[in-house]
């Protein structure tokens, strides 16, 4: 036991803090747990489970609360209120629970699939590493917890160890690889502690390689995951600094993650809803990083390998991002308007059927939008109709099926009329081109072309989903508005005649014009439908933003 209190202090711990502090958000919390008022993470209302809570209980049929409960990451409280009273039994209650997990779901016969899978298990394995740092330098060590803890962290080093439990396309990848860094520096005393640490090493540099687009893009084509990729990327490269264990591929890849971030962000700082994306992004999001890196964050450069990347204009064909970004006013500092253009489509473990389709921001608010991914439940309707084309701005032809069909990023670049992309997305009924140009900061060209599959005509929509809050006027066969309460407008004029159609909150005889603002959020919002007259192989769509006649003659 002395020789486990007298081990040299890492210089610093991995994700969670060194030196935990008692604040005034971590108290209340770590009271509410030993009340026995449970939840496994903040989107979920308190439930009186007792402490610890059963191992199988699931009282929301949600694989997010499973997959939260056996993480263990609520217990981070009850470490940094012990900072603050250390004589509060904080610390012990934690041991306890972790003991009653460890005694509670073995490896075979666990009373949760999430017992051990491998994202609860990467997260619970880093957080055994930073608990163990605190608890055995603590007053109250007990040899037989240690050990017992001690023997629970070789079993999930082998578990991560095992290439069978790598999920290598995924955050889940990157997770696991801090977590096995983690347990390879901190149990230095385990024989194969430096062989954890040399395979997370050698996953970390492929994983980058697979995993970062050129130009520094995350991709499982979900901006928000973006975000959580670069912080996890920001804190192993710290605490492989602080321990030093740096290597400079790391370093560098973060850097580009970093320049990239702020053109997935919309001007007014938050995230478009596009794949599985919440909207919530910290206000400060470079000091956030900076204090997590700790390290400066680099501001963006002038261009980035594959891509290109000028001003407000960057492409990334790999990882299929096109992102437009225009001021009202020459010299302004600040973008206006913020076009997220899905030029391609692959399979990854977030990603929508959205090939083609774009999200549009202008006048401080949204127009056209990605409607959200509601939750992680995949035989869940609501989430598959979610996940489809036709919950995308983009086009439709009969839609039979929801795969993955081939897409590819063909063209881009500065022309007169504007910033241009150019796409193909392959149909069941034929190839569908798409060539966006963001003409102004207020205006987009939208050209559509359709390659039949077979001889003869293919009847196809064209889809805008719009954002909630706005009105949909039919002005024309060739026109529509849509309305803020504000008076301000969104203009979609066709280069053909067709049919206009508004479908809001429809359940049968399918899902349509439905919206998810975040996790368990559903409400109803409309998709336009346009369909031209003829048989048409070709149409050129207008869209312009006009702000409200009062913003119009205002100073």
């Known amino acids: ?91 012990e209650a934690a041991a306890r629970t972790i003991g009653d997990w460890i005694e509670g779901n073995p490896f075979r016969g666990s009373p949760s699939r999430f017992s051990w899978h491998d994202h ?17 330098k603590s007053d109250g060590l007990e040899e037989g917890f240690a050990r017992l803890l001690l023997a629970s962290v070789y079993q999930h080093a082998l578990y991560h160890m095992d290439g069978r439990n790598y999920r290598e396309d995924s955050n889940h990848g990157l997770e696991a690889i801090g977590a096995l860094l ?40 979900s901006p928000a995951y973006h975000w959580f990729v670069l912080l996890r990327l920001a804190a192993i490269d710290r605490f492989l600094r602080a321990n030093r264990r740096q290597v400079g591929y790391l370093a560098e890849a973060t850097e580009r993650a ?77 973008p206006e308007t913020h076009v997220l253009f899905r030029c391609r489509v692959f399979s990854s473990p977030h990603f929508h059927n959205d090939a083609l389709s774009f999200v549009l921001y202008g006048l401080g608010r949204d127009w056209i939008v990605d409607p959200g991914y509601l939750n992680y439940h995949e035989s869940d309707p609501r989430r598959q109709y979610l996940r489809s084309p036709r919950a995308h701005s983009g086009v439709v032809a009969e839609v039979r099926d929801g795969r993955v069909h081939g897409s590819e990023c063909l063209e881009w670049g500065r022309a007169e009329e504007g910033d241009f992309v150019v796409a193909t997305h392959d149909l069941p009924e034929g190839r569908h081109t798409r060539r966006l140009v963001f003409a102004s900061p207020r205006r987009l060209v939208i050209r559509d072309e359709i390659s039949p599959a077979r001889p003869g005509g293919v009847k196809w929509s064209q889809l805008f989903q719009v954002a ?31 049919e206009w159609q508004v479908v809001k909150g429809q359940e049968k005889p399918r899902l349509q014009g439905w919206y998810s603002a975040g996790y368990g959020e559903w409400e109803a919002s409309a998709t336009l439908f346009f369909r031209p007259s003829a048989e048409t192989l070709e149409l050129e769509s207008r869209v312009r933003l006009e702000p409200a006649p009062s913003e119009e003659l205002s100073p």
């Open 468 to 498: 909630p809050g706005l009105e949909v006027e039919v002005k024309s066969e060739r026109e529509a508005h849509l309305v803020s309460p504000e008076g301000a407008r969104c203009v979609v004029e066709q280069s053909a005649a067709g």
């Open 258 to 334: 970093a320049e990239v971030w702020p053109y997935l962000l919309k001007p007014d700082g938050t995230v478009p809803s596009v794949g599985d994306s919440s909207r919530a992004a910290p206000k400060d999001w470079r000091g956030y990083l900076a204090r997590r890196w700790a390290r400066p964050v680099p501001e963006a450069s002038g261009s980035g390998a594959g891509g290109e990347r000028r001003g407000g204009f960057v492409v990334s064909p790999r990882a299929g991002y096109a992102i437009f970004r225009g001021a009202s006013e020459e010299g302004q500092d600040r």
């Open 182 to 221: 983690a347990a390879g520096i901190t149990f230095s005393m385990f024989r194969e502690a430096e062989g954890w640490t040399e395979v997370a090493f050698g996953r970390l540099e492929q994983w980058l390689k697979d995993n970062l687009s050129p130009e520094g893009f995350h991709m499982e084509q």
């Open 120 to 136: 609860a298990s990467a997260k619970r394995l880093r957080l055994f590493a930073w608990f163990w740092e605190q608890y055995r």
């Open 1 to 91: 036991m002395e020789e486990w209190a007298e081990q040299p202090a890492l210089a610093e711990t991995y994700w969670y803090p060194t030196k935990p502090r008692a604040t005034e958000r971590m108290v209340p919390e770590a009271a509410a747990l030993l009340s026995g008022r449970f939840r496994p993470a903040n989107r979920f209302p308190r439930q009186e489970l007792g402490f610890p809570p059963p191992w199988g209980a699931d009282p929301f049929d949600d694989d997010n609360w499973q997959s939260n409960l056996h993480g263990l990451e609520w217990l981070v409280p009850l470490v940094h209120a012990h900072a603050g009273e250390p004589g509060g039994g904080y610390l």
